[in-house]
Structure formats: C-alpha cells, structure tokens
C-alpha cells in the first residue's frame, strides 16, 4: 500500500529533536510522499532545506497562511510568495484562505492575499490548498467567483456538512481533505463521509497538529494517514487496500506527483 500525506508541516519545530526518524518511520510505513504547505517567509526556507534532503519524499507548496497576513507586511510578503515561485519548484499554491477563529482582525487583508495568491496559482498552473477555520463561506465565495478550468484545489481539513460538501465537489477540480477530525467521536464528518465519492477525497494529517485517535491529544506524524484511511475505510465499508489506492491516485492527479 502507498499512502500520500498531503498537508503535514514537518519542518515545524515540534520535530527538531527527531524530524529525520519521524520522516523515514512514515516511508517505512507506507507514506511515500509527504506535501509540505507553507507559513510564510519565515519558514520558506526551513521547509526547502527539508525537501531537498529528501526530495523522493518531501514536496514543498509556497504560500502565506491567513493568520500571517499583517496589514504592515502582507505586500511583501506576497513578493516573497511570487518571487519563489519563479525560481523554486512548488508543488501547490498554500496554505492559503481565511481563518475567522484566531485573525478575524485582519480579514479584509486576509481576502486579499487570498485572491492575490489564487491569481498566482492561475497564472503558474498550481492548485491551492485552502485553509476554512470557522471562515468556510467566506472563502468558497471567493474561490466561486475566480473559479474556471486553470483552477484546482482541496479544502484542507474538511469538516463541514453535506451541503459543504456539494459545493466543494460542484467547482468540478477540487477536493475534501480528509484528516484525523474523522475519527474523533464528535467530529461530525464521519456521519456524512460515506454520502461522497470517494474519487473527491485526498488524505492528510496536519501534522503536528489533530492527531487521531488513538493518538489524540499528542503530536500528530504522518504514519498516523494509516489511521485515518483505516477509519474512512470502516466508514465506506472498503478495504484499507482500496482507501490507499484511490485516495492516493486522488492525490498524485491533483499535485502532477
């Protein structure tokens, strides 16, 4: 079986004391490529140095998360943005979108940096990885609005309902991420999950962040996709063997991998 983590910060300093073990017990189970999303400048070139010590494995995005758009910097900071994909290889366009829980301050800034780097996406032919928290109407509208056939994409950490759900897989390119939140007694998705194709849905972990069960409460790694494709599968009534293939194909079809 391969897996595919497609949104996992293992460059964040929760792994500096074993970030190379973290990395090769995920191979050794499995997890043959690991996507990396940016923060922002700062960690651009963190996230770099990783993927080229392990460039069979680890595939950088470029992006600004919406809880680092400032109004003092976010004009250079989508310089930075722009400026690298001109010269790196970059396998997305994120951690991009709007988050309404930690930054609702800064909002109107958020909605332009976002619209700025899905205009960049476009222009370079990458798909974007969007960030929702509590701010999911807020961005789909936007992407509805620029959406055409250059688009494509995953809402990361998909958590919505059904009615969510649709209107995601109505933009005809994009996908649900799904993460550890499906395992959680309360999660909510679990209930819905098995109502959309699964040709729609790509695995990851946010790692460090939303581990599974039974791992819930400590750092997550990217070994633990095993236990979300296990819990989809139980969901689906499928074999782990199917969840792996598909939502791997899912996977290296959406980032060209």
Known sequence: MEFIDTHTHLFASQFDSDRNDVINHAINAGVKKMLLPNIDSTTTEKMLSLSKKFPNNCFPMIGIHPCSVKKENFKDEMKHVEEKIKNEKFVAVGEIGIDLYWESSTVEYQKIVFENQIKLAKKYNL?????????????????????????SGVFHCFSGGL???????????????????????????????????????????????????PFRGKRNESKFILNIAERIGEIYNFPIEKIAEKTTANAKQLFRL
């Open 127 to 151: 798909p974007i990885v969007i960030h929702t928290r509590n701010s999911f109407n807020e961005a789909i509208k936007i992407v509805e609005k620029l959406n055409d056939e250059n688009l």
């Open 163 to 213: 009615d969510e759900a649709k209107r995601i897989i109505d933009l005809n390119n994009f996908y649900l991420g799904i993460g550890g939140v499906v395992t959680f007694k309360n999660g909510g998705i679990d209930k819905i999950i098995d109502q959309i194709n699964l040709d729609k849905i790509i695995l990851e972990t946010d790692s460090p962040y939303l581990a599974p069960k």
